[in-house]
Structure formats: structure tokens, C-alpha cells
T-cell receptor
């Protein structure tokens, strides 16, 4: 079945710097790639998603890139702020699938 | 617009007992999925319900079960609790197939088995 690997497991960056989280997926039929942010005591919240007919998508300081050939996708956060500190999960799914497979998560810490 | 509501937020149970968790999806969402979140295993898919039917099931023992009602509200039940069942249980709702529409998650129920 589908497997999603996520790296790194922890990431610490200086406030104002950029952060990059990378994921790979195993099922070449996957075509939906959401990213979730989970803050302490809360459930994961969708922050951005991309479909396989698009190579890059941006939303203010957040961008996601997708390389279908290599089966890689990445989350880029620029000009990091303290409120970006959280656990981030990548995920993958096939269209019309009744479940989404998650990566193992990245704990992002922003140093003041 | 109300989000996904899970009750209770916290539960402490004894080994061998059973527990029922509840989830109310976003109004209009007919798909409800359940995940188990633990530090070591991440987010593990339990099952997904749509229109009162289980459409998909993960690799969990039969002690884990669920159901969905006609108003799309869902419950999951764990019988004969084990210490390893201690986890955050997350409910997620979607318009239809999550692969097409993505999830909105609730805040979860933190279950502790002692």
C-alpha cells in the first residue's frame, strides 16, 4: 500500500530564516498532497495542498513543490515566525480514495 | 460555521474496560474518518464512514469498531482496553471521499488507559 516518508523529524531554525520539509511517496497513482499543521492540544489543520497537475503552489509565506517523476514533494516556509512552531505532517492520497496516508511528522521550532 | 466536535476531550479508563468516543462532523459533511495518533506510530487510519456505511478500514484489531448515524455523527468504540490503546483519537470529516476533498480534523479525544 501507499507509504509516505517525511524528513527531518525535528527542525530548528532562526526566526526570519526559511524552513524546508521533504516527503516522498510510494504510490505513483497518488495525486493529492495536503500539508497539515498541528499545534499543541489541537487537531491537525490543513495549511496548503497541491494536486498532481500542478508543480508548485504558494500561499503567502508558504509554498509546496511537487516532483511527480521522483515522487517527492516539499513544504517551504519563508520568513519564519514564532507562531510557525508546530508539528507539520505531509500526506498523500489517490483521487476518490477514502483515506489519506500521513508522514511521520516534523517538529519545527523557531528560535528567537 | 461550527467545526468538527469531539467528545469527550479527555478520558481515563482501566485496562479491560470499554470506551465510546463521539464525533460530530461539519454540517453537510457526510464522510467521517478516525485516526489514532501516538508519538511512536504517528497518525494511523482506523476507519472511514460514509452514509452510515464503513467504506474503508485500517489494520487494527476487531476491538476497534465504529458506526455512523443518519445525521452523519459518528462513534467509535474500543472494547477490552489495553495499555497500548492510550493515544489521541482524531476524527476528521469531509464532503465525500477524502482523496478528493481533504479533511477537517477535530481537536481529538485523549484516552489514557491505566
Amino acid at each position: 500500500g501507499e507509504n509516505v516518508e517525511q524528513h527531518p523529524s525535528t527542525l530548528s531554525v532562526q526566526e526570519g530564516d526559511s524552513a524546508v520539509i521533504k516527503c516522498t511517496y510510494s504510490d505513483s497513482a497518488s495525486n493529492y498532497f495536503p500539508w497539515y499543521k498541528q499545534e499543541l492540544g489541537k487537531g491537525p489543520q490543513l495549511i496548503i495542498d497541491i494536486r498532481s497537475n500542478v508543480g508548485e503552489k504558494k500561499d503567502q509565506r508558504i509554498a509546496v513543490t511537487l516532483n511527480k517523476t521522483a515522487k517527492h514533494f516539499s513544504l517551504h516556509i519563508t520568513e519564519t515566525q514564532p507562531e510557525d512552531s508546530a508539528v507539520y505532517f505531509c500526506a498523500a492520497s489517490k483521487g476518490s480514495a477514502s483515506k489519506i496516508i500521513f508522514g511521520s511528522g516534523t517538529r519545527l521550532s523557531i528560535r528567537p | 460555521k461550527a467545526g468538527v466536535t469531539q467528545t469527550p476531550r479527555y478520558l481515563i479508563k482501566t485496562r479491560g474496560q470499554q470506551v465510546t468516543l463521539s464525533c460530530s462532523p461539519i454540517s453537510g459533511h457526510r464522510s467521517v474518518s478516525w485516526y489514532q495518533q501516538t508519538p511512536g506510530q504517528g497518525l494511523q487510519f482506523l476507519f472511514e464512514y460514509f452514509s452510515e456505511t464503513q467504506r474503508n478500514k485500517g489494520n487494527f484489531p476487531g476491538r476497534f469498531s465504529g458506526r455512523q448515524f443518519s445525521n452523519s455523527r459518528s462513534e467509535m468504540n474500543v472494547s477490552t482496553l489495553e495499555l497500548g490503546d492510550s493515544a489521541l483519537y482524531l476524527c476528521a470529516s469531509s464532503w465525500d471521499r477524502p482523496g478528493d476533498y481533504g479533511y477537517t480534523f477535530g481537536s481529538g479525544t485523549r484516552l489514557t488507559v491505566v
